[in-house]
């Protein structure tokens, strides 16, 4: 006759807990075992100096600047809009949603911001919520298959492929887009685009459907994620954590929400927020924020003034010759028109002196500009807030007591871009 | 309660040490006078005031001007939505103010950058070592008198240390100056 044996399994924070209790007695050698800056599971070129004490990491000092540019430096020394491409490179999944946060950081110091017209609010929306999508969806890919989920990447980059066609015909590029200018966008949507982009959110909701079918019930993702690093509501706040990192602790805080920028209060849509703060509330958050970008660009292509082919011609740049070029027929029969293509072209936008800071809800984060202008085309100081920076700097704090094995976990549910970070 | 309100309780606890608050594109910044006191005011920002989340400390070169340094805390209160700028100058000899450490343990990494770009210290941090240059770089390459194109470093084996070489591109202009040259930001040597 077959015996029934009940076998306790406790859940993953609690093992962990006992194994390190237990491993207290022992006292081991302590390993000191380095992490990147060449690693697959780094996304890019981040290096952790792990120290452990058998599997548990005891202590982790993450050391960044590999990518380091100067960006900042380089700032100083052009116009503000020479910039523009620089921002293409700083978080590189997502160049629109930057190209956006610089100029409408550049318009705040400008003092255009609330004149942009509603054309151009809306392109940029849907820029930055295409962006958003596409940044979690290689965030998602990535964390998937750093765990061992190879298909969610494959399937995740079919449907990233389709945001970089609508990029490439918005702007004639795929990655490196400058798509913005000071004061409006380089140019007015291309015939069809509209309807290219609705084909992709019909396509992308079931194709999101799958990925979750793959992974949100799956229970050797589950048992990965579910109680990993878990950053209280306290914590989150006070290492400063923006974006789905702190919103996957369970605080409703959206730059698009609470600090409304562009046509966003126009436009319904919901914040996602995690319960408990472990790396599958992360994930779910960005899940679900992919659906609310949906949501979003849908009621953009309904609601955008002037419609598919604006045969109303709303302007998508603002009507001030000292701000934007002039059309260039203009530019070759009118004498005013000349002066300003020239002193745009040479001299820069003519800032007022002052000093302003822009926080533009980013994929990865709250992505800031703080600008010091002196007045004239140059900014004299411009300090860029990048989300992946402050994000990681947590990680010191969660690594502590993890398994060697979850440090893969952890970084893919931070969600970081070395381009960003290291500016 | 408005931002402005709460610059003005600031001001009201510390009195003459803050200055004025002044307004531009809707943002508060009130000044500091003693950078000493930073660590007090921030800890009465928060615990007082609410202002719980700091966004970004950065730093300026006022380069040729006396006190040379001003560093800039960005405060945010996620419960009430109110920003406010607290700045404070320090001098170049001294070139070290407190760390808000203490206050919001954000402020680890922004120190660290501060102290990496501008060789600006903070006292009492636990951990001052650069961050995004190496250790051992001797220069602080965000202050105004470092120049684009950077400068040679003794460090041969560690780095590219060399001045960005001017030929080939990106060419690069920066506004003003009188003909092509004098446009071309990185053969510009801020001490002459």
Known sequence: MATVQDIEVRDSAARTAAAAEELQDMHGERM????????????????????LDGEIITKADPDVGYLHRGDE?????????????????????????NNVAYALAVEKLLGIHDKLPPRCQYIRVMCAELAR??????????????MGAVTVFLLSFTEREKIY??????????????????????????????????KFCDEFIPALNEFETLLTRNRIWVDRVRDLAVISKEDAIDYGLSGPNLR?????????????????????????????GDCYDRYLVRMEEMRQSTRILEQCIKKIPGGADNKTNEPVNVADGKIT????????????????QFMLVTEGVNCPPGEIYFGHENPKGELGFYINSKGGGTPYRMKIRAPSFVNLSIVPKIFVGTLISDTVAILGSLDFVMGECDR | MSALETAQKIKAKFGDLISEPAEFRG?????????????????????????????????????GDDPRWTVVYH??????GNELRIKTDVSEEKSELPSVLPVWRTANWHEREIYDMMGIRFSGHPDLRRILMWEGYPYFPLRKDFPLAGKPSELPGIAFTKPAPLEGGPFVTAAGGKDAISREPRIRNPEE
Not at chain 1, 34 to 39: A, E, T, V
Not at chain 1, 87 to 96: E, F, G, Q, V, W
Not at chain 1, 133 to 146: K, P, W
Request: with cysteine; glycine share 8%.
């Open chain 1, 73 to 97: 430096k380089i700032a100083e020394n052009m116009t503000y809009t020479q910039f523009i491409p620089y921002t293409d490179r700083l978080d590189y999944l997502a160049p629109l949603a």
């Open chain 1, 165 to 198: 066609n609508l990029a490439e015909a918005i702007s004639g590029a795929r990655l490196t887009t400058s798509y913005t200018r000071i004061g409006g966008v380089m140019r007015d949507l291309p015939p069809g685009w509209l309807d290219q982009c609705q």
């Open chain 2, 75 to 80: 405060l945010r209160g996620l419960k009430h």
């Open chain 2, 27 to 63: 943002e508060i910044t009130v000044k500091l006078a003693d950078a000493e006191q930073i660590t007090a005011v921030c800890e009465f920002a928060k615990g007082q005031l609410g202002f719980d989340y700091l966004v970004d400390i950065s730093s300026l070169d006022n380069y």
């Open chain 1, 133 to 146: 999508i596409s940044a979690h969806l290689l965030g998602l890919g990535a964390f998937a298959m750093d």
């Open chain 1, 32 to 51: 000191v075992l380095n992490m990147g800056p060449s690693h697959p599971a780094t996304h890019g070129v981040l290096r952790i100096v792990l120290e």
């Open chain 1, 325 to 340: 070029l002039p059309p260039k027929q203009k530019v070759m029969s009118s004498m005013e028109e000349l002066i300003h």
């Open chain 1, 248 to 276: 996957g602790s369970g605080i409703e805080y959206d730059l698009r929400k609470n600090q409304p920028y562009l046509c966003y209060p126009d436009l319904e849509f919901d914040i996602p927020t995690g319960a408990v």
